[in-house]
């Protein structure tokens, strides 16, 4: 007795005989004997719920998470309250086991849905139209510079040191099989884009940077929109990890971005160890038919009743199977759904209140820090994430505060040689006054 | 016929969220403000996004009504082929949900994440065992991400022994993704027409596979669910001019510990979690879609890869043939979770998913094929393609029929695909439903054949019980209207 399979031997020999065979082997009579496997599966004896859950609680506690360590990581992956309420409304089994909308009047929950994710997200990013979502912030980058590779017939895209590491490696991934030139643009003393050193414009599809960057600086984008613009056809595509900042400082949309793009984790969804996160995508309207991704529509039924379908599909690889604008099948439509309700349950009074609070948050960790002796790497804004500066042999410090519970930020030197003793710091509503105190205390002792 | 499962129902409207709320309503609880103020730049501060405020039971009634108008595997029988929309176990999202694996950060130290890395290195090495490929990635997201991959794998392969070339050859019933994953790593399709029993041709893979093919992208039980017969001398054309073959593992709920793929000649083999192994669809994702490959191609399979050393769990970055990067971080870990929870529970029992899955959709085939034209009558797999050949005299076509299924109760098959039958009806019952059901759904369809012949005038209204009725999507693609 398996409790997923409800066949009892009766309907097994009901459904042969119907069939017309005798037993189950002789259904697989097309498979050639060439083809089978030498022996059984080789796994586990099943286990029962109840062994399972044993199982799995021992690999949970093999992990360090809050409240037993105290964790000041971002760098793409935040830690921030999501509600109760959201994580029930998830559970519904008709969101939750529900798939593509295919037949829209079966389906109008998904797609209302999502019809109003694309809309937040455009008033979030300040921009006109959004997809129904992508993978994660990484592969949206690279889907985005494809896109202005698309537009513009331009093979050379130009992309930020300051942007994720790993999702510029991610880009190097998407963009070598067909030989696009990625050129990088350096940072500066103060934690931004170097765009000077870009040269010739007219070279180049599109100008990538992020915004808050890597380091947590927040970059000019309004001096980047001058000089990207100065040529009409380079596309200034603007990423980010964290969106929350744009409770507080102004969005990609206000400083004219053709493209916006980036990681949505930050908004209601769990960190889970990187994955699944959510592929935000978003650009100006008349870009509209040249973007990657699902796109859901408003329209009327026969009775003139508003209702929405999956809509501009000749885009998509069902229709164009070897030119369409991407591969992308499916969405991130769980998450996308969560970021949703999180957006809704915040409200704009809501995420301005929390951005603003996790920005005092990192700017009296900052404070504390320097009086603690440190030096904070880059004078520049910033809005939950910030870069310090250890002494030489800094690898000590950080491993005496993790041996005390404390996951003291990101260590940068693997990803910037350049960047010994420097550390990339985290601070969101989740950490508290009294932890990062304890914090400063541990580092000064 | 008995009572059908579909009623009318309480159905409640709700208004778009921004129809709806109050400035100044939140429903969130903010943590005390424990720290002062601090400045903002002026020329960086901006207004805050325009979102509506609400209640939070203005938000839970919101989304609970949303959700009743949503049909899920829970809501009824979903037969939608190519999806395997099997069921979607419960204690999958306690599992998914346990703090260590549901908050914990990507980038901890590797000494503070042994639980995860274990749970990825044991996935790993069950998938292997089910494939029969040794060496699998998680990192892909979703099947498309895994086609993608699988390709950059190729082609990486293929560079290394000096060589770049231009094209590749996709069967006429393959997926959609196929060949637009191909496009991207730089390669021009060739589509290759199945033959008259619906399955590949030996001579036509060698009448088009030469020196400048990287290879063959196959779907195996391919989509008319049938298996491919000549598998083995087809990827034995396709290897002796150099080739690699790429298996579209989609439709792996039929095969599990029955086929060995190294056998059938495929070199890589994506896996949807989502599909064979009963990870929650979401409304479209998210998925994940895994890479196995055999050992000649494991060096250059994504980073970082966990491995295992002394005891010890570990992320390496030393594969210096590596394609390099697909995920920021290591794939839909959640979705690896649910999957590992899944084949752990079934154990040593996976391949009767299989060998159920394979005898329901025989069983729905022989109760139908008299009332709807069988597009190939021969044995199936897990699924089967009908199409509305027979209903055509009356008028009713193959949406007016998965528009009348609603009605009944039940989730429509995927219609209209694979693009080499005309009209297809395409079903997939996997293994998780009951021959009561299935019993149910075989009555309603054969209500259906007779309505067609009856009364066919009543199918272009339907369905008349969903909340909305059919949606003008002419209108909305020629007026896009993509926000509020």
């Known amino acids: 007795m398996m409790r997923y399979l409800p066949h009892t031997s009766d309907d097994i020999a009901a459904m042969l005989q119907k069939v017309g065979v005798d037993n189950v082997d002789a259904l697989f009579t097309s498979i050639p004997e060439s083809c089978r496997r030498d022996a059984p599966l080789d796994l586990p004896a099943p286990l029962s719920e109840w062994e399972l859950n044993a199982h799995m609680s021992e690999l949970a506690a093999d992990m360090a998470v809050a409240p037993q360590y105290k964790v000041f990581l971002g760098a793409g992956s935040y830690d921030h309250y999501i509600p109760e309420a959201i994580k029930h409304l998830l559970m519904r089994s008709e969101v939750f086991t529900a798939y593509t909308p295919y037949q829209p009047e079966i389906s109008q929950g998904t797609l209302q849905t999502i019809y109003e994710y694309q809309t937040l997200i455009t008033r979030l990013l300040g921009m006109e139209v959004a997809n129904a979502s992508m993978y994660d912030g990484a592969s949206g980058l690279a889907e985005a510079l494809l896109m202005a590779i698309r537009v513009t017939r331009r093979k050379k895209v130009a992309v930020s040191t300051a942007i994720h590491p790993l999702y510029r490696r991610v880009v190097a991934t998407y963009l070598a099989p067909t030989g696009y030139e990625v050129v990088e643009i350096p940072y500066k003393a103060d934690g931004r884009s170097d765009l000077t050193a870009l040269g010739n414009l007219e070279e180049f599809a599109g100008v990538a940077l992020q915004s808050p960057n890597f380091f947590g600086c927040l970059e000019d984008l309004k001096a980047a929109d001058e000089l990207i613009h100065a040529d009409k056809k380079t596309m200034m595509v603007v990423c980010f990890s964290e969106p929350l900042a744009y409770g507080l400082y102004k969005s990609p949309g206000s400083f004219n971005a053709d493209i916006a793009c980036g990681e949505g984790q930050s908004l209601g969804i769990p960190r889970a160890f990187g994955g699944p996160g959510l592929g935000v995508f978003a650009a100006k309207k008349k870009y509209v038919r040249s973007m990657p991704g699902r796109l859901i529509g408003q329209s009327v039924d026969k009775d003139g009743k508003r209702g929405f379908v999956l809509t501009l599909a000749t885009r998509e690889q069902h229709i164009r199977r070897e030119s369409a604008t991407s591969n992308i099948c499916s969405n991130q439509g769980l998450c996308a759904t969560s970021a949703t309700m999180y957006m809704a349950i915040l409200g704009g009074t809501g995420f301005r209140e929390l951005a603003a609070l996790n920005h005092d948050k990192a700017e009296y960790l900052k404070a504390e820090l320097q009086a603690a002796g440190l030096k904070i790497a880059f004078d520049t804004p910033t809005f939950n994430e910030f870069v310090v500066q250890f002494p030489a042999g800094s690898q000590a410090t950080y491993q005496q505060l993790l041996d005390n519970n404390f996951v003291a930020g990101l260590p940068l030197e693997p990803y910037y040689p350049e960047l010994a003793d420097h550390y990339l710091y985290c601070v969101t509503e989740t950490s508290s006054k009294a932890d990062m105190d304890a914090l400063v205390k541990e580092i000064k002792s | ?484």
């Open chain 2, 1 to 484: 016929m008995k009572e059908p499962v579909g009623t009318t129902g309480l159905i409640f409207n709700e208004p778009l969220l921004w129809e709806r709320g109050a400035k100044g309503r939140s429903g969130f609880s903010l943590p005390p403000r424990d720290v002062a103020s601090s400045h903002v730049a002026d020329d960086l501060r901006g207004d805050g996004p325009d979102f509506p405020d609400l209640s939070e039971l203005d938000v839970v009634r919101h989304f609970t009504r949303l959700s009743q108008w949503n049909f899920g595997v829970d809501s009824g029988m979903y037969p939608l082929g190519s999806c395997t929309m099997k069921y979607n176990p419960k204690t999958n999202e306690r599992q998914a949900g346990l703090p260590g694996l549901a908050v914990s950060h990507p980038l901890l130290p590797q000494e503070l994440s042994q639980g995860a890395l274990k749970m990825m290195f044991d996935l790993q090495h069950y998938l292997a065992e089910i494939t029969g490929l040794p060496a699998v990635t998680l990192q892909p997201a979703a099947g498309s991400q895994g086609e993608l991959t699988g390709m950059m794998v190729i082609n990486a392969y293929l560079q290394s022994k000096g060589e770049k070339r231009s094209k590749v050859l996709i069967p006429d019933t393959a997926h959609g993704t196929n060949p637009a994953s191909a496009t991207l790593c730089g390669l021009k399709s060739v589509a290759v027409k199945s033959n008259e029993q619906g399955i590949l041709s030996t001579e036509k893979i060698a009448e088009l596979m030469d020196e400048d093919t990287a290879g063959l992208m196959v779907t195996n039980p391919n989509t008319l669910g049938l298996f491919e017969e000549d598998i083995q001398k087809v990827t034995e054309i396709v290897h002796a001019k150099g080739g690699l073959v790429y298996g579209d593992g989609a439709n792996m709920n039929a095969i599990m510990g029955i086929v060995d793929i190294q056998k059938l000649g495929v070199d890589v083999l994506h896996l949807n979690l989502h599909k064979t192994f009963s990870t929650p669809h979401g409304g479209g994702g998210p998925g994940s879609g895994p890479i196995c490959v055999t050992e000649a191609l494991e060096p250059f399979l994504p980073v970082p890869r966990v491995i295992e050393k002394d005891g010890k769990y570990l992320l390496s970055e030393d594969f210096p043939q590596s394609v390099g990067k697909l995920h920021a971080f290591y794939g839909n870990f959640g979705i690896l979770v649910r999957a590992y929870s899944y084949i752990l529970t079934m154990g040593a029992d996976l391949h009767k998913a299989s060998q159920y899955a394979v005898l329901n959709a025989n069983y729905i085939k022989e109760s139908l094929k008299d009332v709807y034209h069988l597009a190939y009558d021969r044995p199936c797999m897990h699924e089967c393609v009908f199409n509305d050949k027979l209903q055509a005299a009356h008028k009713v076509t193959t949406l007016d029929i998965a528009k009348r299924l609603m009605e009944y109760g039940f989730h429509p098959p995927t219609i209209y695909f694979p693009l080499v039958v005309q009209g297809a009806i395409m079903v997939e019952p996997t293994e998780t439903e009951s021959k009561e059901t299935i019993d149910a759904f075989i009555d309603t369809m054969r209500t259906i054949a007779q309505e067609a012949r009856e009364n066919p005038e009543q199918f272009h209204e339907a369905p008349q019980t969903t909340k909305v009725k059919r949606l003008d999507e002419t209108a909305a693609a020629r007026n896009p209207c993509l926000t509020g």
